[in-house]
């Protein structure tokens, strides 16, 4: 089937090798509900509330946007928000897993440097295939060849032994994704 520009670009994002951060410092609305929920992480301001405005006017929302938000938020949470076009704040995006955190304005630029320092400090290789086999396993997808030859090609990596000396030597490791 053909895509939309704009759902080829949430899945685009959604399957990016890297990892990636929504940083809301407002409101989401429409569109950008699922642009921001397509990202590993969504870190907000406390202020924030959402609402998808799809059923008021009369847009059945693209396929793989709505299983998104089945398989992130859960179908409780997907019908509430689809079908009614409920607004929501901060704390219930928290609460139905949209948002990772929600922090004050001022503290929202220090939370996403850290979290994007905390993942800079693991062994890359795997934080991409985890990621993947994680998406997959979330699209119904899971395939158990894919992760178990994922799994056994970072038993014989650099990067876990690199972490096994890292440990013994009580030093923080050094990666090269290899």
């Given at each position: 089937?053909?895509?939309?520009?704009?759902?080829?670009?949430?899945?685009?994002?959604?399957?990016?090798?890297f990892?990636?951060?929504?940083?809301?410092?407002?409101?989401?609305?429409?569109?950008a509900?699922?642009?921001?929920?397509?990202?590993?992480?969504?870190?907000?301001?406390?202020?924030?509330?959402m609402?998808?405005?799809?059923?008021?006017?009369?847009?059945?929302?693209?396929?793989?946007?709505?299983?998104r938000?089945?398989?992130?938020?859960?179908?409780?949470?997907?019908?509430?928000l689809?079908?009614t076009?409920?607004?929501?704040?901060?704390?219930?995006?928290v609460?139905?897993?949209?948002?990772?955190?929600a922090?004050?304005?001022?503290?929202?630029?220090?939370?996403v440097e850290?979290?994007?320092?905390?993942?800079g400090?693991?062994?890359p290789?795997?934080?991409?295939?985890m990621?993947?086999?994680?998406?997959?396993?979330?699209r119904?997808e899971?395939?158990?060849?894919?992760?178990?030859?994922?799994?056994?090609a970072?038993?014989?990596?650099?990067?876990?032994?690199?972490?096994?000396?890292a440990f013994?030597?009580?030093?923080?490791?050094?990666?090269?994704?290899?």
């Amino acid at each position: 089937r053909e895509q939309g520009a704009f759902e080829a670009m949430t899945d685009e994002l959604e399957n990016a090798r890297f990892i990636t951060i929504a940083r809301l410092n407002g409101p989401v609305y429409g569109g950008a509900t699922d642009l921001a929920l397509s990202c590993d992480f969504r870190i907000g301001v406390d202020s924030a509330r959402m609402f998808m405005p799809a059923a008021r006017l009369g847009l059945h929302y693209y396929g793989h946007g709505i299983r998104r938000w089945v398989s992130r938020l859960g179908l409780g949470p997907a019908k509430r928000l689809f079908l009614t076009g409920a607004t929501i704040e901060a704390a219930e995006m928290v609460r139905i897993g949209y948002l990772d955190e929600a922090v004050p304005a001022d503290a929202l630029d220090a939370r996403v440097e850290a979290l994007v320092d905390a993942l800079g400090k693991q062994a890359p290789r795997v934080v991409e295939s985890m990621k993947q086999v994680l998406n997959c396993t979330a699209r119904d997808e899971y395939d158990h060849a894919q992760a178990d030859n994922l799994h056994r090609a970072s038993l014989n990596s650099r990067d876990i032994k690199e972490a096994l000396a890292a440990f013994a030597e009580k030093r923080a490791p050094v990666f090269t994704g290899e």
